[in-house]
């Protein structure tokens, strides 16, 4: 089957360092490809070149970095339970360890994004030189890989620092110098580039290469990057293409997390237990799997919060309230967690659920939970919120108790890529295109078998918007970058604590068990200032490049 995906594979990681081995291509082994092996005419050893670069979508990866990619874990999403120095969301956004004007801290990617665009340019401006000795359309499809990612470098650029240094090729020490880019010029080009390269691209790859770069992931992702840049009509014209190229809702929702096939993942990086693989299944299983699971020693957790899991509609389109279940139990059939939406049931693990063969326990003194947080002494392997994130786990696997997970991870789905176009064609012209921004928010909605929701203003219908992108897209890190290009950072984010459901054993509550909000945040009040709209450069860049005259972002 072909898929429109990326794939990350055990030679791909081999070939990140350009290592040679007999099994993967025919060229003496050596430590490192050399450049007359790589540009030698043969095909094969080329390809194999390029899926190495791949390695720079592999580590924009949720599950595959997740200590330090996870950024719903700053917002109302996700609670991190860890207090330590190697996951520093809590430190942060609580104030402990605020940002300051040096770098972003932990959304820093300056040096590594620049250190990967300098490879890419390295091949591209090889192409120049070695471009001759190969049939033009494997090269033409092989480039544009490369200008892709490339690209999308810059996007993760431009979104933590707004304009950046634009290197479009390979330069020596004398180029050193120069400066930045307006944060608009900056989208201009990636949104540019991405147009460019995506008619190169196959619509499909053969079988073996069924995830590598296709023209409907690039269209997927430039609906993200004109969505940011604010240029409406991009993104409705990059929404209609993928379609073009075969795009759909997956009909079951949950079926987008269990099949890396399925049609509405755009650009997914996939994973082996014994190969290329992560620890998601420590962070994000229920602390009693542990013991079911290799007693392999499970991470500090990071759970949905009470925000986040309250946020899910019932069945009909209603809203969730805790006070309308504890005014009549019953009529839940004494279940809180009972009638939802099947997104919630997607995404979220609660208590008293059916989990591999057992009921979960994430009540106080349960198998699962629940604990409190506490800042310096909080760490805990289980959840403090009563909850526990899905998405990224897969019921009754056992193929990484012994090695790592293998569980796929999706970069990008169709089921944003409708969001984005609903979000531009309200904000191009909300009077012109209220019927068509309606119908694609509902599209999504609809997938699920919630009732079709309708405003009347723009500001109305960008509530529907921030709500449907939480419940659709929640753990899959938008939330931080959402709240930060609306601006809504510092009224959602600051002087805020987040909540969790403290569950306890009580014979005579409502099917045996009280639930209670409950703050997780011990009593601190979240941080979010202006200035993180724009994070500071680092230092060492406004030191040595003279053409940034020695400036900062705002506010640093």
Known sequence: MKKSVIRISIIAAMLLSFAACDDVVNIPATDRLTQDAIWSGDEAILDQYVIGLYGAVREKSTVYMNESQMTDCMTDILKDMDWTQSRRYNRKMMNYEPFISDDASILGNWGDSYTRIRRFNEFLRDVQVYGTKYNSDFLNARVAEVRYMRAMQYFYLIRVYGGVVLRDKYVGPEENDKARMTEAESWQWVIDEIKTCAPDLPAAWDASNFTRMTRVAAYGFLSRVALYAGQWDEVVAAADSCVKYGAILE???????????????????????????????????????????????????MTPTAEFADAFEMADGSAFSWDAYNANPSAWGNDPFSGREPRFYATILYNNEDWEGRKLETFEGGEDGVRKFEKGTGNATTTCTGYYLRKFITEGDHSWDDAGSNHFDIMLRYGEVLLNKAEALANANWSANKTDALKALNDVRGRVGLPAKSASTLDEFMDLIEHERIVELGGENFRFWDLRRWKKGVERLNNVSFHGVWITQDATAPGGFKYEVSDVDDGTKRVFMERYYCFALPSAEINNNAALGGQNNPGW
């Open 251 to 301: 009909p079951n929702y949950a079926d987008v997390f269990s099949n890396k096939w399925s049609k509405e993942n755009l650009m997914i990086v996939d994973f082996a237990p014994t190969g290329l693989n992560h620890n998601a299944d420590q962070v994000f299983r229920p602390s009693g799997d542990n013991s079911r699971h290799g007693s392999k020693g499970f991470g500090y957790p």
